[in-house]
């Protein structure tokens, strides 16, 4: 399983981006799929994810109400849209899969990096204010 993001770049306070993960292989609509984010120093840390538990969403409190992810099954495609972007904002935001079939463990776990067993490369994004 290969995950590749895309979609990040410089941008202004206030404005918007729309980061984009393509997930290989045919299992994608039963993953749950996180972004998270980490900056130099610090922890990688969990900002938003989306279970195959009826799409579920999941969000971090800095992040709620400004960022939405969603999925598209058919295209094996995950998404973050940010909006109201921050310069506290800036950093390398991941992908990642979680194969976890166990709807109890997908709930307690979904904000856990360890839940995750597959990861993208990573994309910077940028806010200068």
């Known amino acids: 399983v290969t995950l590749v993001e895309s979609g990040g770049g410089l941008v202004q306070a206030g404005d918007s981006l729309r980061l984009s993960c393509a997930v290989s292989?045919?299992?994608?609509?039963?993953?749950?799929m996180g972004w998270f984010r980490q900056v130099p120093g610090k922890e990688r840390e969990f900002v938003a994810a989306?279970?195959?538990?009826?799409?579920?969403?999941y969000y971090s409190d800095s992040v709620k109400g400004r960022f939405t992810i969603s999925r598209d099954n058919n295209e094996n495609t995950v998404y973050l849209q940010m909006n109201s972007l921050k310069p506290d904002d800036t950093a390398d935001y991941y992908c990642?899969?979680?194969?976890?079939?166990?709807?109890?463990?997908?709930?307690?776990?979904?904000?856990?990096?360890?839940?995750?067993?597959?990861w993208g490369p990573g994309v910077q994004v940028t806010v200068s204010s």
């Open positions: 292989g045919s299992a994608f609509s039963s993953y749950v």
């Open positions: 990642a899969a979680s194969d976890q079939k166990s709807p109890g463990v997908v709930v307690h776990y979904i904000r856990q990096r360890e839940l995750y067993n597959y």
């Open positions: 989306i279970s195959w538990i009826a799409d579920s969403t």
